[in-house]
């Protein structure tokens, strides 16, 4: 498989669009999977443990990425 940038033998694959890319051209950025409860069901409810969040996942850099909300 080739870099989508560069043509070069590819390394990984971003972990939000799946293009390929290669040491040079891989970037990081946080990713955050899983999913949450829809509202709060008390005041005190601290949120959900259903989420990963990956501080370092591999990025192309060229896709946009949009973070939603969840609690």
Known sequence: M???NCEEEARGVCQF???AICAIHRQ???FITGYGK????AIFDS???TGIHVS???WCGQ????YQESF
């Open 2 to 4: 080739k870099c989508f």
């Open 17 to 19: 669009c799946g293009l």
């Open 28 to 30: 990081t950025k946080t």
């Open 38 to 41: 829809k509202t709060r069901s």
């Open 47 to 49: 949120g959900s443990k």
């Open 56 to 58: 370092n996942a591999s």
């Open 63 to 66: 896709c946009d990425v949009h």
